[in-house]
């Protein structure tokens, strides 16, 4: 089995429809916590750090082989928990960092909440550490949108990323930091790079579950 936190709904759906198409047969139990979001926002990420390390507990004592977090924002405190636990704890962005970097050092970055930048940016230089590769991130903040994710308004969400994706230029790789943004990975028309965390990050925790 494999956990997945999730700080929406939203979420849940995308992925049951991800493992049908790549991982039938994988079991997902996912845990929905909105308010760790919440408070990562008004506080820090640091703040939510005992209740990531509960939640991922309990997951284990479930049963789960691994979990997989699919918030950007709190990505890396859950990383960090997973030190003192007996489960690998994977972040949903990494393998999308580690594939922008390998496209080349201009990389862009685009999300609808400001906590999630810095956060994003700080992984995608760990990763080009770790590569040895060169990298220059410009990040972006997509004006209006987190406004219409939150009320529910989809279409408008991705359609504002997906433009703001196509108004990128001079750049090897364009990173849509958030989950929920994949959708304008195949809206976009740019001819740079555009990549999204669900699909190879399910790949990756499907992998630490032992079910690849």
Avoid: N
Wanted: with cysteine; aromatic share 2%.
């Amino acid at each position: 089995m494999l956990a997945l936190l999730h700080t929406s709904p939203v979420h849940v759906p995308v992925f049951d429809a991800l493992r049908d198409e790549t991982h039938p047969g994988l079991e997902l139990h996912h845990m929905v916590a909105e308010d760790l979001l919440t408070r990562a926002r008004a506080e820090g990420p640091d703040a939510v750090a005992q209740d990531v390390r509960t939640l991922v507990e309990v997951a284990a004592g479930e049963g789960a082989k691994a979990v997989l977090c699919t918030c950007s924002t709190i990505g890396a405190v859950a990383e960090s928990v997973a030190a003192s636990l007996r489960v690998p704890v994977l972040r949903v962005d990494r393998p999308m960092a580690a594939a922008a970097v390998a496209e080349g050092p201009r990389i862009v970055v685009l999300a609808a909440l400001e906590s999630t930048l810095g956060p994003t940016a700080a992984l995608i230089g760990e990763e080009a550490r770790r590569a040895g590769r060169p990298a220059r991130v410009r990040t972006v903040l997509v004006e209006g949108a987190w406004a219409r994710f939150e009320a529910g308004d989809s279409e408008a969400y991705v359609r504002l990323v997906a433009d703001a994706a196509d108004a990128v230029t001079d750049a090897d790789a364009i990173v849509l930091a958030q989950a929920s943004m994949a959708p304008a990975q195949h809206l976009a028309t740019t001819s740079v790079s555009v990549l999204s965390s669900p699909r190879p990050g399910l790949t990756a925790a499907a992998e630490a579950a032992g079910s690849v």
